[in-house]
């Protein structure tokens, strides 16, 4: 007759169900959340530049752009909660050099923030470089004033040389930061809206 199984063996060979961290019910509703933002409206929208060119006022030549972009619903309801929306233009002045690399003669960032000021019930933007601010009573009108970029100073006239080429190119990116930096940090893949444009590259004539 076979021996039964010892007690402690039988103890040894059951599966034991191992405690995970007191944070682990919170992690898996942050997931769910993460989720939440990814099927409510995240997805990317056309941004493209569509135009460009400078022109030379006091000795200094001038950025004007039109940007074509909009923002998803999800992203909207974001502003609206009281999250910053960001445009920041990337600006990259050039002189080609025929038998060597072309040589960079300027380099600009550019900054936007839109925030909507619930006391106020308007929406602000804020040239984040120069700290000038404008106020709008609607989103669209908010958004209206970014797509457009007027008289944005990027090169003084003395850095040119008029008997050489020069090639300027420009990139936009759009931010919508949605979440505080700790839930950013877990939830990377869905934390913000972010978009952004591909170079546009012209040869003006300086």
Known sequence: M????????????????RRGPAAFP???????VGLCYA???????????????VERAEGVYQLNATLDFDIGEGARAAVRDGA???????IVVRRQRSY???????????????VYHALSDRYLVRNVNSGEQASYATLDAALDSLRVISN?????????RPERRHEISLRASLDVRTMPDTLRFILFWSDDWRQRSEWYTWSPRL
């Open 152 to 160: 944005l100073p990027i090169l003084d006239q003395a850095l040119v």
């Open 84 to 90: 910053p929306f960001t445009l920041h233009l990337e």
């Open 26 to 32: 919170l992690l898996v509703a942050l997931v769910c």
């Open 39 to 53: 099927q409510e409206g995240w997805a990317q929208v056309r941004f493209d530049i569509r135009s460009a060119y």
């Open 2 to 17: 076979a021996a039964s199984p010892r007690p402690d063996r039988e103890a040894r060979d059951r599966p034991r169900l």
């Open 100 to 114: 060597w690399l072309d040589e960079g003669v300027a380099a600009l960032d550019q900054g936007y923030e839109l």
